[in-house]
T-cell receptor, first 114, second 118 residues
Framework: DADVTQTPRNRITKTGKRIMLECSQT?????MYWYRQDPGLGLQLIYY???????NKGEISDGYSVSRQAQAKFSLSLESAIPNQTALYFC?????????????FGPGTRLLVL | AQTVTQSQPEMSVQEAETVTLSCTYD???????LFWYKQPPSRQMILVIR??????QNATENRFSVNFQKAAKSFSLKISDSQLGDAAMYFC???????????????FGGGTRLMVKP
């Protein structure tokens, strides 16, 4: 079984709709992240969470919100989707313990906003 | 803020040969981590190799090795004995060691698409 799972894997929605992308992890990590990848580009950080009560904005948080329902679950919401939010979205996890935090990525969710 | 630059949008290599992907970065910090991630057509981001800036020895993982030049702020990836399964996008990434610096976020380069010819 995958350590980091994302649902759905693909989603098509219309402008103005509210959608939620979900992420679950079985790695026991305290930190979770949401990234966005635009075609041909690297990833940009949307939001990150150190633990259930600690949520922070990343580089490009406008138009997005998140919820950390449990240590293992971190969801990303688009309150009113717009076409330029069409992108590939990645969830990642990491641990604060130890000197070498490596982030582990989920398989990605491809979102198309019409 | 840190920046990561990958100057080669595309590279190609013959199967079984060696290829080097370039990455440069800009930072004022002295301690940090550098990573290479692979993104195959499946879209998953897969960690290839990691380098700690305080280590002088270059990291190696089987056929993958890096050439880390701290003074030059260069971090290239060498893939030896290239295989068809190595075809993917490769991303160089930087992570600060300063606690609570945006959650130790990864700063990514724009990626290099590697094609492997049979």
């Amino acid at each position: 079984d995958a350590d980091v799972t994302q649902t759905p894997r693909n989603r098509i929605t219309k402008t103005g709709k509210r959608i939620m992308l979900e992420c679950s992890q079985t790695k026991g990590h305290d930190r979770m992240y949401w990234y966005r990848q635009d075609p041909g580009l690297g990833l940009q950080l949307i939001y990150y969470s150190f633990d259930v009560k600690d949520i922070n904005k990343g580089e490009i948080s406008d138009g997005y919100s998140v919820s950390r329902q449990a240590q293992a679950k971190f969801s990303l919401s688009l309150e009113s989707a717009i076409p330029n939010q069409t992108a590939l979205y990645f969830c990642a996890t990491g641990s604060r313990w130890g000197p070498q935090e490596t982030q582990y990525f989920g398989p990605g969710t491809r979102l198309l906003v019409l | 803020a840190q920046t990561v630059t990958q100057s080669q949008p595309e590279m190609s290599v013959q199967e079984a040969e060696t290829v080097t992907l370039s990455c440069t970065y800009d930072t004022s910090e002295s301690d940090y981590y550098l990573f290479w991630y692979k993104q195959p057509p499946s879209r998953q981001m897969i960690l290839v190799i990691r380098q700690e800036a305080y280590k002088q020895q270059n990291a190696t993982e089987n056929r993958f090795s890096v050439n880390f030049q701290k003074a030059a702020k260069s971090f290239s990836l060498k893939i030896s004995d290239s295989q068809l399964g190595d075809a993917a996008m490769y991303f160089c990434a930087y992570r600060s060691l300063i606690n609570n610096n945006a959650g130790n976020m990864l700063t990514f380069g724009g990626g290099t698409r590697l094609m492997v010819k049979p």
